[in-house]
């Protein structure tokens, strides 16, 4: 893939106008005024058929695991790449064009589209894809996905203290969670725990994914907690009480208490999504940024001259030009990929995610700079969007984890 | 039923136009185009209809290559099927000249019902949608802002000056010329756009519609001699001071040109 489609481009145009009709009048109060991005990402969904897509996609998953097939029906068949490129493409444009005005909405949307459903989807039982997974891919509820903790974030798993206790067929869930994205708002939540073996390490215990709803006794949601950036996106933290759940909760069911790893190996699969979705979101803030930067590097005059015509200026719009081509290219691969069922390595997607948020944020702050006094201002969009990028280079992995987990990738081949 | 929707391709809204070399046109390498904007509403009445009951939208446009994603976005948008009269013999047209080749596809289709748009956001000439009612013998009614279809007729609302509003009876089939703001344009969906690759758009020249005589400069009666931008005059003045001290200035100077 060198360039996107014809059938992509009008996707990116179609998009681009509903974000420019429905999403940029609203920014301000998305980013200072408290409005919760849902009502406007349930009507991009409904807009462009996203909604009726997803239904469509479940029901084909769902059909294909009751007649008891295991392998995804595209997978090795040959069909049309055009068209496997045009569907893996319209799912990250939005992210992309999305990114250019208010990347916290991509948050709140790929959370609860990408991280709920998508954990429900992978690790539930069909019944539970059913219960839980749908009404969340349509955006009809709103997910949440709940590891981080006040003394585990990087170290997500070993430093876990959330439990789960079995007493009968039922488990008692306890524990905090904090940065949980869509928190204040989640009418669904994949609360992940350790099982209390009281014989096994802590470090070691099963991990355990439940699914939880908005209002079950003992479980608190908080209010947003503010933040740097990401603003449109609701942030918060939840606290479990001795929330008391049956089997039916656990995801994966029974099995989940058998399976081996852990449980922590599926996490990993779930952040390997996460990263590919991080390219798409800082190319759409560098393609603003960049054309922001140009636009006013042509109309900015200083000692009689537009600063474009400034070398110091020339470098830093080259620089952005050359990380745009950098993570168009990343785009297309995760499409080409995707659309010849082929998935990037762990490391693979490390590295792309952590060249797209260094990249992300440089593009940021020196579209601010370009903007001097005017970039500092909110007035002026790049203010905001270099303190939204700044999060790339911490969530989804931070760029330190994102770096060991390379080096440890290359260190262990032959 | 059959719709007929005549579209035209037209320079991007935000697209930088500068004359081209020799001051009959503008430049068009570099520039985005779209649908141009009364005709969105046009294509979005036909598919109302469509979706209100059995109805076939053939969607229509003239120009080059470039058409094409046009066409696309209409059959994204839920069009049925697209002709493009992609031609180089077409270019330099005249109203007339598109006006008889829209009017030879409309021949050809046969359709209940013709929709364009009032005017186009670049020409504003307004010409065509009269012109290709007369050359089909059909009745026609342009500026629409409203329509209510029965049994063999459209009553149809027309914008007047002063914001009066005519209410006419046009007999079907028939061809109504849109204003913008008839109705809400949809949004193509990314299924739809995905499925508009595999919808038939068939492609003609002037010679295949038999107009080739009409188009182009050499079958044009009208020669566009020049396009410039406005001069920058002398003699504008700007008002300074309070919002306060504008206003009333700026009333002084409108009663002294004795304008109230």
């Known amino acids: 893939m060198i360039e996107w489609s014809e059938s992509q481009q009008m996707i990116r145009d179609v998009v681009r106008r509903f974000m420019e009709e429905e999403v940029a009048p609203h920014v301000e109060a998305l980013e200072h005024g408290d409005l919760p991005p849902y009502d406007i990402l349930r009507k991009l969904y409904a807009t462009f058929g996203m909604d009726e897509m997803a239904r469509a996609r479940f029901a084909k998953q769902i059909a294909r695991e009751k007649r008891g097939d295991t392998e995804r029906a595209e997978k090795g068949a040959d069909g049309d790449l055009a068209a496997k490129a045009d569907q893996a493409a319209s799912t990250l444009i939005p992210i992309i064009e999305l990114c250019r005005y208010c990347p916290g909405m991509v948050t709140a949307m790929g959370v609860s589209v990408g991280l709920a459903a998508g954990a429900i989807l992978s690790k539930g039982t069909t019944e539970q894809k059913e219960r839980f997974g749908l009404e969340l891919l349509t955006l009809e509820k709103i997910g949440a996905w709940a590891i981080t903790e006040p003394g585990s974030g990087s170290d997500a798993f070993g430093g876990m203290r959330a439990s789960a206790r079995r007493e009968g067929d039922e488990f008692v869930l306890n524990g905090s969670k904090t940065f949980i994205t869509n928190g204040p708002f989640a009418d669904t939540t994949v609360f992940i725990c350790k099982l209390e073996e009281p014989d096994v390490d802590v470090r070691d215990r099963k991990i355990l994914n439940f699914v939880l709803d908005r209002g079950l006794p003992g479980f608190e949601q908080s209010g947003p907690l503010r933040k740097m950036g990401m603003h449109s996106s609701p942030t918060g933290e939840l606290f479990l009480s001795d929330v008391r759940v049956g089997m039916d909760r656990l995801l994966g069911g029974e099995a989940a208490l058998n399976k081996s790893g852990g449980g922590r190996e599926s996490a990993k699969s779930t952040f390997q999504t996460e990263r590919s979705g991080v390219a798409a979101m800082a190319l759409g803030i560098v393609e603003r940024c960049l054309e922001l930067s140009v636009k006013y590097a042509r109309e900015r005059v200083q000692f009689g001259h537009p600063i474009g015509e400034y070398q110091l200026i020339q470098e830093k719009l080259a620089r952005m030009e050359v990380a745009r081509m950098n993570l168009q290219n990343l785009v297309f691969r995760t499409i080409e990929l995707t659309a010849h069922g082929q998935t990037m390595t762990f490391a693979e997607a490390s590295a792309m995610k952590l060249y797209a948020a260094r990249a992300a944020v440089e593009v940021a702050m020196e579209a601010v700079q370009v903007y001097g006094g005017n970039g500092y201002m909110s007035e002026y969009v790049v203010e905001q969007l270099a303190r939204d990028s700044k999060v790339l280079q911490i969530y989804a992995g931070t760029d330190e984890i994102q770096i060991r987990a390379i080096a440890k990738d290359l260190l262990a081949g032959g | ?260």
């Not at chain 2, 141009?36 to 294509?43: C, E, G, H, P, Q």
């Not at chain 2, 289709?109 to 290709?132: F, K, T």
């Open chain 2, 1 to 260: 039923m059959k719709i007929l929707v005549c579209l035209k391709q037209v320079p991007h809204q935000d697209a930088r136009l500068d004359v081209n070399g020799d001051g009959t046109w503008i430049k068009e390498d570099g520039i985005k185009f779209e649908i141009n904007s009364y005709d969105t509403y046009a294509l979005e009445e036909a598919l109302r209809i469509k979706d209100a009951g059995e109805a076939e939208v053939v969607v229509a446009s003239i120009g080059p290559d470039r058409v094409t994603q046009a066409l696309r976005t209409a059959l994204g948008m839920g069009a049925d099927r697209a002709v493009h009269v992609n031609d180089a013999a077409c270019q330099g047209s005249d109203a007339l000249g598109i006006a008889k080749t829209l009017a030879a596809i409309a021949k050809e289709e046969s359709p209940d019902l013709i929709l364009m748009g009032l005017m186009s956001d670049d020409g504003n000439a307004s010409a065509v949608p009269p012109m290709v009612a007369e050359l089909v013998g059909m009745p026609s009614a342009t500026a629409v802002v409203a329509t209510e279809r029965s049994e063999g007729n459209i009553r149809v609302e027309r914008e007047l000056e002063g914001g009066a509003v005519e209410v006419v009876d046009v007999p079907t089939p028939c061809l109504l010329a849109v204003q913008s703001g008839l109705n809400q344009v949809r949004y193509a969906s990314l299924k739809g756009i995905m499925a508009a690759k595999k919808k038939p758009l068939d492609v003609k020249t002037a010679a295949d519609l038999g107009v080739a005589d009409a188009v182009g400069t050499a079958g044009a009666k009208v020669k566009i001699e020049k396009i410039y931008q406005p001069l920058r005059g002398e003699g504008a003045e700007i008002l300074s001071g309070s919002t306060d001290e504008i206003v009333s200035s700026l009333m002084n100077k409108i009663k002294e040109l004795g304008l109230l």
